[in-house]
């Protein structure tokens, strides 16, 4: 057995457990070295006890998952195309997707770094910039999202598009790469190669740098691989066709909107919290950082099995979705609900980790206890919205994407701040999941029901007359 069919093995016959660990795990790893490395940005900014610094990161933050989100929009929709296409055994078709997704997303990197490169002075206002914090937010913009565009969206979407043939260890290992190797460079540049006062400066080349090797890393794997059925990087392959991209951007859309939603709420949050001053900010960036580790947990667990669903719902392998989508998500429950315990529990001392500067603890302590019960929910609502990416169901999946981060948490957050001023703002984070969870319990039953129908229907059609 040849390694591509070893690949495909994992998805058609290997037991569920095995299946959904040897996915996600690698992919869960590289969400927490990539939390750990966002991590140390704050932890080695915070060793200054400036908060405008913390606060640029902060507010910084939202636009640089922008690139996520266009990683999202070509990587989750061809991944889903690509491991559905698998399953019907249609190579052909996954190669086209690979290339599309390939040269989409290197040309939305080139008119993103455009855009930031000429109209930060306009942006950073927009997103909660001070006047303290300006010239910090300026100059870690130019350094990861102009400069950087190009190696961080490459990175991640390579990542995605690996993952989608099986081989999550190679894309996990790529992924982390740059985690690990800014979580290196960080002190080094922030504390040893340049002067005091240029942290952000610092932190800023150290994630350059460290995602322009992860990309390196992955234009060699697919150079190595040029012969894969469905890996390739040459041009030639291209072909524009409106149905295949329709089929990417149908899935990518509200993936990339999902994390834009997330960008634009986390910016409304800052603006809300900003007239408290820069302390408040900043607790509030420590306190979303150190969730991150559930909510990103349970992004790379459903990211990691998104393949493995796509791949039986091609293959109509209806007992092995299921099997897949229950273990799945008793996995997600366990975790997320020891996160919620645990973050309650020893908030202050979270967030102390980060900075010693009382007033910034105190915010930071009291918004992290809100925001942990939101954990359990965001996991079923990532599974949910994971499956109908997974199988196609773009206007679920839409639905899903646009509800949690955007229709229900930013009206909450201003009606909530109106109603109980500062905290409000945090309290509809978990006001916001209860409606998501309950909206994709019937979608699920929807989905689940269709799917029975259309199981009786194929084995009445092939019973004999």
């Known amino acids: 057995m040849n390694e591509s069919s070893e690949r495909l093995a994992l998805f058609s016959s290997a037991p569920i457990p095995r299946a959904v660990f040897a996915l996600a795990v690698p992919t869960v790893i590289t969400q927490l070295i990539n939390i750990v490395y966002n991590f140390a940005d704050a932890w080695y900014v915070g060793r200054t006890n400036n908060p405008h610094m913390v606060a640029a990161l902060s507010v910084s933050l939202p636009v640089y998952i922008l690139l996520a989100a266009l990683a999202n929009l070509f990587g989750i929709g061809g991944s889903s195309a690509i491991s559905r296409a698998l399953g019907r055994q249609d190579l052909r078709h996954a190669r086209r997707v690979f290339v599309f997704c390939i040269y989409g997303g290197l040309a939305a990197a080139v008119l993103y770094l455009l855009i930031i490169l000429f109209l930060r002075p306009q942006i950073i206002p927009m997103i909660g910039g001070s006047a303290d914090s300006y010239a910090y937010i300026h ?17 991640m979407l390579c990542g995605h598009l690996v993952r989608s043939i099986g081989a999550a260890r190679e894309a996990g290992l790529g992924m982390s790469m ?4 800014n979580i290196l460079l960080d002190p080094l540049f922030m504390f040893v190669i340049l002067p005091p006062g240029q942290e952000v400066r610092g932190a800023a080349i150290a994630t350059f ?15 190595r691989h040029r012969d894969h059925p469905v890996l390739a990087l040459s041009p030639r392959e291209l072909s524009p066709d409106r149905k295949l991209a329709s089929e990417v951007f149908m899935i990518g859309i509200p993936a990339a909107l999902q994390t834009t939603l997330a960008m634009v709420s986390n910016i409304c949050a800052n603006v809300l919290v900003a007239e408290y001053g820069s302390t408040a900010v900043a607790g509030m960036g420590i306190a979303k950082k150190v969730n991150m580790i559930s909510f990103n947990t349970s992004m790379g667990l459903t990211q990691g099995v998104l393949p493995l669903i796509g791949y039986n719902y091609g293959a109509r392998n209806r007992k092995r979705l299921k099997e897949t989508i229950s273990f799945t998500a008793l996995v997600a429950l366990i975790f997320t609900i020891s996160c919620t315990l645990l973050f309650r529990t020893f908030s202050v001392q979270l967030v102390s980790f980060f900075i010693h500067e009382k007033a910034s603890v105190d915010f930071g302590a009291a918004f992290l ?14 599974l949910a919205n994971t499956i109908f990416q997974a199988s196609g169901k773009r206007l679920s999946s839409l639905l899903l994407s646009i509800l949690r981060k955007g229709l229900v948490d930013i009206p909450a957050m201003v009606l909530f701040k109106r109603q109980m001023g500062l905290y409000g703002v945090v309290w509809a984070t978990p006001f916001a999941e209860i409606v998501s969870i309950v909206v994709a319990a019937v979608l699920l039953i929807r989905f689940v029901r269709q799917e029975i129908l259309r199981g009786q229907e194929e084995t009445d059609a092939g019973s004999p007359r």
Not at 370 to 382: D, E, K, R, T
């Open 369 to 382: 206890r809100v925001i942990a019960l939101a954990a359990p929910l965001c996991a079923f609502s990532y």
């Open 139 to 155: 100059e870690y913009m130019y350094w990861t999202m102009v400069l950087g565009a190009i190696p961080t969206l490459g990175n």
């Open 178 to 181: 740059g985690g690990v190797l």
């Open 209 to 223: 740098l460290s995602n322009t090797a992860a990309l390196l890393y992955f234009v060699i794997y697919l150079w």
